[in-house]
Every structure is written in structure tokens, then in C-alpha cells.
């Protein structure tokens, strides 16, 4: 394949092929807890790490990582403590995440808005060698936490309280999975950019869910949607000339319109096989009993 050719798109489909696993490998545990729009919010968070590595000459995607995570960290204890003025804090901190990578971008000497934009919407090609030894080892570390610790996150995610009930450090695990989706974001802005990289979270997860029942299922399903999204969307853009981040959030979105028209006959289908399981087990009674059934008593 001519694709295959070129160093810059072998990295290319390697990032996107990661991304695709670790951004829904995390983005379900998001879902369950009805948090779809955190990576959103991280994002523009991370965003500020951008304009402040380029500031710092130095790696804007580990500063990327740092100010992410502590972002992450600042929005759970809003989530634990800000019972009232919460969502205003946490539009505060989305907004100023946003308003400070632009503006450390325009006061750093390597920044631009070229630069900016291939961080905001993803520019895939230009991932280069030290980004992609980046990228391993953040999704390493996610991999080991969304699939090592996959009953405890799932059960913190489905019910907090009956978790606490049987031991679980109910907070601890809570910023655990808003520590790694930051780590998440900063694995895929690249790939997707940061504007993006929720979908890639929660649309390959909202995919599944239309066709699966069990948590097992659901997560194998996601992570291979996004697995299919990221690699063609990646293809298409070199072949098309267009831009691989909105490619592959089209391509998640399509399939998820495809996987809801699948989901009504799916169901009808599943209720057929019931009812005709449900039939199937009636208990025959004898009409008439046997001389053998006939018990005597013995004068």
C-alpha cells in the first residue's frame, strides 16, 4: 500500500490505531457516570499546558499532561465539594483553560495560530518520533488502569454508594478516572485535537450501547468502533486531503446513526427469542396417575 510508504503515516496509523483503543477504553466509564462532557472540559484545560510548553521550549505534550491532570484533579473536588456554585466553577476553569493557551501561544516566540490549530482540531501527519514514545507510554498507563482495574471502575461508576458499602475507596477510584482521561486527552489531541477528542470518548461508547447489554461487551464493541473510526477516518484524510480529526468524528457519528437504525429489529429480535424460551419451558402434568402411584397402608 503507497500509505505505507511514508514514515509520517505509519506514525500516523499507529497514534490513530492507539487512540482508538484508549479514548473509548475510558470514555465508557465516563458514560456510565454521566459525565460524556469531562473530556471536553479537560481539553480546554490542557489547552493552556499547550501555550505553556511552547512558552517553555519545551514538550507542550508532557505540560500538556501536567496541567490536564492537575485540571482533572481541580474538577473532581468541585465535583465533591462545589454543591452549589459547581457548574460556575467549572465554566470558569473551562474558559480560562481556553483563554490561557491562547493567549501563552501568542506570547511565546514558536507559537502561532498554525500551531494552535493543529492542537485544537488534531493534525495527525505531523505526529512526530518523540511524540509517538509519548503516546506509548500514556497509553500504557491508561490500558493498565481502564482494563487492570475494570470490576473496581465499574462499580464506583454504576453505583457510588453501594460501592463504598463493600470497601471500595470510592473517592480515590473517582480521581483515578478523571486522572486518566486527562492523560487520555493529551494521547489524542494530536490525532483528533482537543475540541474533538470527546466525541472519540463518548460516541464509539453511545455505538455500543445500541447493540449491547453486558459492560464486557459494550467495552470490546466501543473499542473496536473507535478502533474502525480512527484507522479509516486516518486513511481517508491522506487519500481525500482532508482533515483527519473532524474524518474520523464523522465517521464515529455515522456509525453510531447506523448501529441506532440496527438497534429496533436487534431488539425485536432478542424479545422473539425470549418468549419462545419462556414457552419452551412449561411443565407437562400426568392427567391420569399410574397403579404404581396408588400408595397402601398395611393393616
Known amino acids: 500500500m503507497e500509505i505505507l510508504d511514508y514514515a509520517f503515516m505509519q506514525r500516523a496509523l499507529i497514534a490513530a490505531l492507539i487512540v482508538g483503543i484508549t479514548a473509548p477504553a475510558i470514555g465508557i466509564y465516563l458514560v456510565q457516570r454521566r459525565q460524556a462532557l469531562m473530556g471536553d472540559g479537560i481539553g480546554h484545560v490542557a489547552l493552556t499546558g499547550v501555550g505553556l510548553g511552547f512558552l517553555l521550549n519545551t514538550s507542550p505534550v508532557w505540560v500538556a499532561t501536567a ?7 481541580v474538577m473532581e473536588l468541585i465535583r465533591w465539594y462545589g454543591k452549589t456554585r459547581g457548574d460556575l466553577a467549572l465554566a470558569m476553569l473551562f474558559y480560562g483553560g481556553m483563554a490561557g493557551g491562547v493567549m501563552l501561544m501568542n506570547l511565546s516566540d514558536a507559537g502561532s495560530n498554525a500551531n494552535l490549530g493543529t492542537y485544537l482540531f488534531g493534525s495527525i501527519t505531523t505526529v512526530s518520533p518523540q511524540d509517538m514514545t509519548t503516546i506509548y507510554v500514556l497509553a500504557a498507563l491508561v490500558l493498565a488502569i481502564t482494563v487492570g482495574l475494570r470490576r473496581q ?56 450501547q445500541q447493540i449491547s447489554r453486558s459492560f464486557a461487551v459494550t467495552f470490546a464493541t466501543a473499542v473496536a468502533i473507535g478502533v474502525a473510526v480512527t484507522v479509516t477516518g486516518t486513511t481517508t484524510s491522506y487519500y481525500v486531503d482532508v482533515p483527519s480529526g473532524a474524518t474520523i468524528v464523522l465517521f464515529a457519528i455515522g456509525l453510531f446513526v447506523v448501529f441506532t437504525a440496527l438497534a429496533a429489529p436487534l431488539a425485536k429480535k432478542r424479545a422473539r427469542a425470549a418468549a419462545q424460551a419462556s414457552r419452551g419451558c412449561t411443565l407437562e402434568v400426568p392427567g391420569s396417575r399410574g397403579a404404581t402411584d396408588d400408595v397402601s397402608v398395611a393393616g
Open 67 to 73: 496541567v490536564a491532570v492537575a485540571g482533572s484533579v
Open 153 to 208: 471502575l465499574f462499580a464506583v461508576c454504576q453505583d457510588e454508594e453501594f460501592a463504598r458499602v463493600t470497601g471500595l475507596p470510592v473517592r480515590l477510584l473517582n480521581l483515578l478516572v478523571a486522572v486518566t482521561a486527562a492523560v487520555t486527552v493529551t494521547v489524542a489531541m494530536r490525532v483528533v485535537g482537543l475540541l474533538l477528542v470527546s466525541a472519540l470518548m463518548v460516541i464509539p461508547v453511545a455505538a455500543a
